[in-house]
């Protein structure tokens, strides 16, 4: 998907932000961060420090509003886990042209009731794997596609897409791709980094009715399926594109797929977000 070109004037200098696995779960009173100091979380890594782990999302939203007082960014590149633990918290089949009144109150607490000034700026968007459902695949990717027909600065019109900046003087095009396919796996196989895993899918699991996985049993190749168009799509659109810069962004990193995104810059890729 190609969406319009979007314009900017009257800068001398052109300042850009990205951010990343930065979504909390919302409790309806705004978002609590994702937590892997709980004592009885398997995968703790540390002790709790309470004056920061509670606070992890809105400390990272002041530094960048801090920031954005004097650098003003045009807009943001967002690599994806924008809602935690398993994305927005209705099930698929929403669809992707009208976003819910769930999906609608999500965004405000957890994105615009954050960043505040900064929603105001696009921000180009990828999904990651914990939009999916962290270790499911059900859960309401497709009304963040949804969201971004009624709010222009949710820029996510599809899971892949290229976005043209203009710029006095120079241009640059953005490229999202969907790499969840690094986390989509048979479905026996690591239960708790698997969005296909049999374990915590629910019995008839499916987003058919989006253009989704059909089954826990589909889901794999669903997501490789899909990750091998994108990358064809993908490597015809930078080597054709007449931008000054190309930048991809996407959720996994770039050592997921090394050769590939060498292939990449040497047909003229600029930069990768992840």
């Known amino acids: 998907l190609f969406r319009s070109d979007t314009c900017f004037y009257n800068r001398d200098e052109h300042h850009v932000f990205l951010i990343g696995d930065w979504g909390g779960i919302n409790m309806g009173w705004g978002p609590v961060p994702a937590d892997h100091t709980h004592p009885q979380n398997l995968f703790k890594r540390r ?8 606070n992890a999302q809105w400390r990272v939203a002041g ?3 801090s920031r954005a ?3 003003n960014p045009e807009y943001v590149l967002n690599v994806g886990d924008n809602f935690y633990w398993g994305g927005i918290t209705q099930e698929c089949g929403g669809g992707t042209s009208s976003a819910s009144s769930l999906t609608v109150g999500e965004f405000a607490k957890v994105w615009q009731s954050v960043y505040g000034g900064l929603t105001n700026k696009p ?3 990828a999904l990651g794997n914990h939009d999916y459902g962290g270790w499911q695949f059900n859960m309401g990717w497709d009304q963040q596609i949804a969201y971004s027909h009624m709010n222009p600065n949710w820029i996510m019109p599809a899971r892949f897409f290229s976005q043209l900046m203009r710029h006095p003087g120079f241009t640059a095009e953005v490229f999202v791709i969907d790499s969840n396919a690094f986390d989509a796996k048979d479905p026996d196989a690591d239960p708790e980094h698997n969005i296909c895993g049999a374990l915590h899918n629910p019995p008839g699991a499916s987003c058919a009715a989006v ?11 669903w997501f490789w399926s899909s990750y091998r168009r994108q990358k064809s799509w993908l490597s015809s659109k930078v080597a054709s594109s007449g ?3 190309q930048i991809v962004v996407t ?4 050592g997921t797929d090394a050769g590939f995104y060498a292939g990449l810059h040497a047909s ?5 977000v992840t």
């Open 69 to 71: 007082t004097w650098a």
């Open 47 to 54: 002790p709790k420090n309470m004056a920061v782990d509670n």
């Open 63 to 65: 530094a960048f509003n």
């Open 243 to 245: 931008a000054d810069w």
């Open 211 to 221: 253009g989704g996985p059909s089954s826990v049993d589909d889901c794999k190749e």
């Open 123 to 125: 921000w180009i968007s």
């Open 251 to 254: 959720h996994f990193p770039c």
């Open 268 to 272: 003229g890729l600029d930069l990768l």
